[in-house]
């Protein structure tokens, strides 16, 4: 089933600033998110925004935290899509979701918590196992002798506006909700 049109064209205002500025972002993920978590269906969704973490950076992360009764049940964390050529740019976006985890694996209560990296409209699939502790996909370890791709761009393998990564990002939101349904 396509997108609404509504939703189509909210990702066609994007323009080329996109690639190095997320913002353009918020606003068609933030319509996306309302239609396929309605508050009817007593889901709340919660836009954080993460300060950088050194003084001089200037690299704020934007944050959807979707929530069923106060607990989160997923979240999106968009980036430009610039991030995605370049090995330092995917590398701090997988940091910054394995962070995340952390911060909301101890309020979880479905047994997978989905999170999605947006590079752009490119999306890596996260889950996080809430009995085992494990997320994945598994961390790629930092080679101290050289420099090693630790977030393959392979991993940004959905496109939300593509008929197949729609597919893939409804059938994470039927998962999510059929779990909620358990609680």
Known sequence: MPWPSHIVEQFDTITPLGEVDETEYCGPFNGLLLELFPGPEHFMIVPQYKRPTYPQSIDFTTIFIVQRHKHPVFFIEIKPSGHLKTISGRSAADQQMRERFEALADQAVI????????LGTQLCLYTYDSAAGTITPEAIERNTKRVNDRAPAA???????????EQRFREVVTNIKAMCNEL
């Open 155 to 165: 991993w940004w393998d959905v496109d939300i506006l593509a008929p197949d990564g």
């Open 111 to 118: 047994a997978t918590l989905y999170g999605v990296s947006a």
